[in-house]
């Protein structure tokens, strides 16, 4: 009988991988994506198209509206994206307490799916400066999902899995283009047009590129210019 895992899915290449790979270690994947007031529904389309391509057991998404809140470049449209390149530090595009947000959500419905395994595609190489990509930031998680949940209370320990937090992105495309994933269905711009587009110079769609370059693999991410 296959186990159960809660797999975050945001339609970018990161997550992608991570599906793959939950799925390639026998688990049966519910997705979970999140319409939180990012700039683009672009790839919430995306992450329902590679849910079922990679045979996800269910995919739901929820809406959490963090453009009330503002304070990044991804939710508040007055906060231009950067184009310049990588900068040191942490980017106006990091989106306050997301990650510690999704996954307390993926939390609740791994204890109702009787799941003890999450997965999330973080990545701590290639991450931009983000503070909840980092190891240090999924295991104290785990911990305090340990702490703070029936299952944990009763002794059955709940794990988060990252398994691309360590890896370049080229290992990642590398890594899921054995597996199988068509790139190809994947967003990862912060700003894409309504048609997944990508704009090539933000942060995101950089370290895709290079990643594609550095695999040797075929970039087949559309443009649009």
Same mark, same amino acid.
């Given at each position: 009988?296959?186990?159960?895992?809660?797999?975050?899915?945001?339609?970018?290449?990161?997550?992608?991988?991570?599906?793959?790979?939950?799925?390639?270690?026998?688990?049966?994947?519910?997705?979970?994506?999140?319409?939180?007031?990012?700039?683009?529904?672009?790839?919430?389309?995306?992450?329902?198209?590679?849910?079922?391509?990679?045979?996800?057991?269910?995919?739901?998404?929820?809406?959490?509206?963090?453009?009330?809140?503002?304070?990044?470049?991804?939710?508040?449209?007055?906060?231009?994206?950067?184009?310049?390149?990588?900068?040191?530090?942490?980017?106006?595009?990091?989106?306050?307490?997301?990650?510690?947000?999704?996954?307390?959500?993926?939390?609740?419905?791994?204890?109702?799916?009787?799941?003890?395994?999450?997965?999330?595609?973080?990545?701590?190489?290639?991450?931009?400066?983000?503070?909840?990509?980092?190891?240090?930031?999924?295991?104290?998680?785990?911990?305090?999902?340990?702490?703070?949940?029936?299952?944990?209370?009763?002794?059955?320990?709940?794990?988060?899995?990252?398994?691309?937090?360590?890896?370049?992105?080229?290992?990642?495309?590398?890594?899921?283009?054995?597996?199988?994933?068509?790139?190809?269905?994947?967003? +990862? =711009?912060?700003?894409?047009?309504?048609?997944? /587009? @990508?704009? $090539? !110079?933000? %942060? +995101? =769609?950089?370290?895709?590129?290079?990643?594609? /370059? @550095?695999? $040797? !693999?075929? %970039?087949?991410?559309?443009?649009?210019?």
């Amino acid at each position: 009988m296959m186990k159960n895992a809660v797999v975050l899915l945001s339609g970018g290449l990161d997550s992608a991988t991570c599906l793959a790979i939950a799925r390639s270690q026998g688990y049966a994947c519910y997705c979970l994506s999140f319409d939180y007031g990012q700039r683009h529904s672009a790839e919430l389309q995306a992450a329902a198209r590679v849910a079922a391509a990679l045979g996800a057991a269910e995919h739901r998404v929820l809406n959490l509206g963090l453009a009330q809140f503002g304070g990044s470049a991804l939710t508040d449209a007055s906060i231009a994206v950067p184009t310049a390149g990588v900068q040191p530090g942490i980017p106006v595009t990091y989106v306050p307490a997301r990650n510690t947000i999704m996954l307390s959500l993926a939390l609740a419905w791994a204890e109702v799916l009787g799941s003890l395994d999450i997965f999330v595609g973080v990545n701590a190489v290639d991450y931009s400066g983000y503070p909840d990509c980092r190891p240090e930031y999924i295991a104290a998680f785990e911990k305090m999902a340990n702490l703070a949940t029936k299952a944990g209370v009763e002794g059955h320990k709940l794990s988060i899995h990252a398994p691309l937090i360590d890896l370049s992105k080229a290992d990642i495309i590398r890594t899921g283009s054995a597996l199988g994933v068509d790139y190809g269905l994947t967003v +990862s =711009c912060y700003q894409a047009d309504d048609w997944g /587009r @990508a704009c $090539g !110079v933000c %942060d +995101s =769609c950089r370290l895709r590129a290079e990643g594609f /370059r @550095a695999a $040797g !693999v075929a %970039d087949p991410t559309p443009y649009r210019s």
